[in-house]
């Protein structure tokens, strides 16, 4: 290569990587956080993680808007549906019914207890549980009424077994032990 051509490689190049700055002068790194700018509702970072499945970073962005807003219904039916949302569903239990007890009309917050409350074997309340989102809602979800149905299903089917003979009985020994011992 000559030393005119490798000139003007150098310079076309040059011009190609200014072009490609925008004019923002802010050399080849990441921008800074804005400290004039406006910050984004946590809340609403919150429903979108919970929406892409991150409920990890979910409940962070949940936590961050409770030191802003405190604890509103919206930010617990967030907390209790991400942590729902991992499995844990006796901090999700609790953190709904806070939130129930906060907002009585909100049928997402019945639906997500009657979620918990069906998880945890507790079919017949969790039967009355959507059965108020149901009617909160009118109607209009097919997921509270697949919920409802579910749960209804379950109610019917929950057969009681036919009392068995034992063959065991409980014999008492001295003032407060006792001994199971086998019919002959």
């Given at each position: 290569m000559t030393p005119i051509r490798g000139t003007l490689a150098f310079i076309v190049t040059a011009f190609a990587l200014a072009a490609c700055s925008g004019?923002?002068?802010?050399?080849?790194?990441?921008?800074?956080v804005a400290k004039n700018g406006a910050a984004v509702d946590a809340a609403l970072v919150g429903?979108?993680?919970?929406?892409?499945?991150?409920?990890?970073?979910?409940?962070?962005?949940?936590?961050?808007?409770?030191?802003?807003?405190?604890?509103?219904?919206?930010?617990?039916l967030g907390l209790g549906s991400a942590y729902l949302g991992l499995g844990r569903v006796g901090?999700?239990?609790?953190?709904?019914?806070?939130?129930?007890?906060?907002?009585?009309?909100?049928?997402?917050?019945?639906?997500?207890?009657?979620?918990?409350?069906?998880?945890?074997?507790?079919?017949?309340?969790?039967?009355?549980?959507?059965?108020?989102?149901?009617?909160?809602?009118?109607?209009?979800?097919?997921?509270?009424r697949d919920n409802l149905r579910l749960a209804l299903a379950k109610q019917e089917n929950s057969v009681y077994a036919e009392a068995e003979e034992q063959d065991y009985k409980l014999v008492r020994r001295g003032s407060s032990d006792y001994l199971i011992r086998s019919i002959p």
């Open positions: 004019g923002a002068g802010n050399g080849p790194f990441a921008p800074g429903h979108r993680l919970m929406r892409a499945g991150e409920y990890e970073l979910a409940i962070q962005s949940f936590s961050r808007a409770a030191l802003n807003d405190g604890l509103t219904s919206e930010i617990l901090q999700a239990e609790q953190l709904l019914r806070d939130a129930v007890a906060k907002d009585e009309t909100s049928p997402e917050a019945w639906n997500n207890l009657g979620v918990t409350l069906m998880e945890q074997g507790e079919t017949a309340e969790a039967e009355q549980v959507f059965r108020r989102a149901y009617a909160l809602d009118n109607g209009e979800s097919d997921s509270i």
